[in-house]
């Protein structure tokens, strides 16, 4: 089960922190991911923490604005978002990165970037 939260309201260029607490397995054994789904748009991929811990991997239009980590004691990923734009509204979800190793999707968590 994956379950995320700390979505809400925040003005342009505020920040938020994103938490995905996961249980029924261990998010270490997994490449694990955020992703986001936008009204009218696909489901789309936005960063990547491999299993390792070692490496994170993030699309063009988040780098250098979030930032994906993880807890293993908490078994809780985490994803850090500054300097927010209207685009990135969205609903959030995490999940294992590999479809074939895809979770069932949690409720996401919502956020909205408005002045």
């Known amino acids: 089960q994956l379950v995320e939260s700390g979505g809400g309201l925040v003005q342009p260029g505020g920040s938020l922190r994103l938490s995905c607490a996961a249980s029924?397995?261990?998010?270490?054994?997994?490449?694990m991911g955020w992703f986001r789904h936008a009204p009218g748009k696909e489901r789309e991929w936005i960063a990547t923490?491999?299993?390792?811990?070692?490496?994170?991997k993030y699309a063009d239009f988040v780098k250098g604005r979030f930032t994906i980590s993880r807890e293993l004691v908490k078994n809780t990923l985490y994803l850090q978002m500054d300097r927010l734009e209207a685009d990135d509204t969205a609903v959030y979800y995490c999940?294992?990165?590999?479809?074939?190793?895809?979770?069932?999707w949690g409720q996401g968590t919502q956020v909205t970037v408005s002045s």
């Open positions: 999940n294992a990165v590999s479809s074939w190793q895809r979770k069932g």
């Open positions: 923490i491999k299993s390792s811990g070692a490496l994170t």
């Open positions: 029924g397995f261990f998010i270490m054994n997994y490449d």
